[in-house]
């Protein structure tokens, strides 16, 4: 059992950044492909960004060129950058490891406003 401890999130104004952690308790985690994703109150959980294994990024176009998604194999660590960041990317953000199984943290709250 794979458990993804998530941190960072909190209260924005328009325009500004944060920085998103996802911590994996694995020691294969270099073998994880990872994503983040983020759900807004009455829609549906929506990818944000990934990366594989081998460091592969792709990003939903509602994130392009504002979000950098990163990972630390030494930390067993993924992270979300977030800058310029609008109301529309208010929701909670979860973090997924996939491999033999996916395995959800428990997300964090990323509220923009001013």
């Known amino acids: 059992q794979v458990q993804l401890v998530e941190s960072g999130g909190g209260l924005v104004q328009p325009g500004g950044s944060l920085r998103l952690s996802c911590r994996a308790s694995?020691?294969?985690?270099?073998?994880?492909?990872m994503s983040w994703h983020r759900q807004a109150p009455g829609k549906q959980r929506e990818l944000v960004a990934s990366?594989?294994?081998?460091?592969?990024?792709n990003y939903s176009n509602s994130v392009k060129g504002r979000f950098t998604v990163s990972r630390d194999n030494a930390k067993n660590t993924v992270f979300l950058q977030m800058n310029s960041l609008k109301p529309e990317d208010t929701a909670i953000y979860y973090c997924?490891?996939?491999?033999?199984?996916?395995?959800w943290g428990q997300g964090t709250q990323v509220t923009v406003s001013s």
């Open positions: 990366i594989g294994s081998r460091g592969t990024t």
């Open positions: 997924k490891a996939q491999f033999a199984r996916t395995y």
């Open positions: 694995t020691s294969m985690f270099r073998n994880y492909g």
